[in-house]
């Protein structure tokens, strides 16, 4: 089967094969901080620039460390350590640049490190066996993906401020139950690009 | 078994390697340099850029009073800062009036400094020192309160007004990364000052009240600074009226004293709650003040006096007590001190019965 080119891989990220709706993976952040449409945007933000970064440096950690000394089995846990650091890096970055966006995140930008949607994209694109480019690609689309469910759902909750949810259902519940409906739209797409 | 090795080679290569980025980064991130701070038009002064503000001036001997140490939720630590310091950031705003934002007025425990700085702190705090003081006596009031004497060193020069606090600076025990200030009233007369004493409740993992109920002993060295605080007697013609909670009686402890000892004729009523019977102290010398200052009233208030303590006084939450003692309040004078939640309940009760809020006086230590 022929990979399709960066920029497909790019779109089919966001809309086909979209790592939160599609694979429901990093859920525990976008059900936390999808209440307000701002906090959303700082998170998925992050997220974008976190996913782009890791994918591009796990993907020379793994064919140029990894897979030549034959130890593709420690993928799993260098992965994580590089995205651990670059977390750190991005924290440092971001209360030097905005202090504002860092309090605005608080413990969110931490918890970044243990997004399970940023590993999956890294070891997605090892079993996939993507290209650096296709590799990048993969990352920003994933994160691109994952802002948009983000976004989309913080808009969704702050028009639901005003409607009457039953209230065993309200918050996490009803986020779950939307996420669901929207994963199900979502769905209509899946199969139209292999990836 | 050279695969294991070149695994743990691989893996420690790459963990050290990410470290040393992320020390490198901290370096060049995280400290700004030396930045140089002018404050009230002075001559500027050089800090090392990187910490919070509240921090870099005790660095440089200003003291501004903190008494939730530079967490950002008791909102005392607020100075003006005229250039430089960034923008706003959400932790302040809670804790800041609409004219203190237009104002520039921060809470320097939120500020980094990064950049040259000028700013704008009442002359009083410049006068705020620091001083070493010897633990000399431990007095129990009740069973989680307790009186501390701190003796000053000969030569100290100390000097305050009745109802003024400090803050103790609790040392570095288990637990605990750096030192904390936690704020306390002075129980004792300003006449007296060849020591102080402070009133201190236990509070459930508090630092600085588990530090001195645990760990302290007579005898023991500490440092505090101060004095802190408009929380004095206001020598006008009108009543007043104190409102205590636990340990909040040492600010009034203090005024009394100097009432007596000056003379100071003015219609005051003290309310003084606690839960039950275990909870009051210093009664008898509440009584002799009364004795003492003409016009002077003492109110002993239980919210639930337990069976056994046979309380024939005013019961129920001091707030109702209060109310109950005045038909109109208008004219007079309200000083509190207690926990937040008191304070707020009492300036409700209070501005109801008609004393306007710049006219009630409280230290709120949270």
Known sequence: ?195 | MGSVVSAVLVLAGLGAFLALLLVLAEKRLASSGPVRLRINQGEPREVEGGEPLLSALKGQGIFIPSACGGRGSCGLCKVRILEGGGPLLPTETPHLSPEEIDNQVRLSCQVKVREAMALEIPESLLEVEEYPVRVEALTPCTYDTVKVRLGFEADAGFSFRAGQYVQVETPIYDGLSEPVYRAYSISSPPSETRFIELILRRVPRGICTTYVHELLLAGDRLKINGPYGDFYLRETQAEAVFIAGGSGLAPFEAILADMAERGIRKKATLFFGAVSRRDLYDQELLREYEEKIPGFRAVPALSKPAPEDQWEGETGLITEVVARGYESMAGMEGYLCGSPGMIDACIRVLTEKGIPEDRIYFDKFS
């Open chain 1, 1 to 195: 089967m022929e990979t399709p080119g960066p920029f497909t891989i790019f779109l089919a990220s966001i809309f086909i094969n979209n790592i939160l709706l599609a694979n429901f993976l990093g859920m525990c952040s976008f059900i936390a901080v999808s209440r307000e449409i701002k906090t959303a945007l700082g998170l998925g933000t992050a997220v974008i620039f976190v996913m782009t970064l890791t994918s591009g440096i796990n993907y020379f950690v793994y064919t140029l460390l990894l897979e030549p000394l034959g130890l593709e089995y420690l993928r799993f846990i260098a992965f994580i350590v590089v995205i651990a650091a670059t977390v750190q890096l991005v924290e440092m970055i971001i209360e030097r640049v905005s202090p504002v966006l860092y309090y605005a995140l608080g413990i969110f930008l931490p918890l970044i490190t243990v997004n399970c949607a940023i590993l999956g994209v890294s070891l997605f694109l090892v079993i996939r066996e993507y290209s650096f480019l296709q590799s990048l690609a993969y990352g920003a689309g994933g994160g691109a993906g994952w802002a948009l469910a983000i976004l989309a759902m913080a808009g969704l909750r702050q028009k639901m401020k005003r409607s009457r949810v039953h209230p065993a259902l309200q918050g996490p519940a009803i986020t779950m139950i939307l996420t669901g409906i929207m994963a199900l739209a979502f769905i209509g797409f899946s199969g139209m690009v292999p990836m």
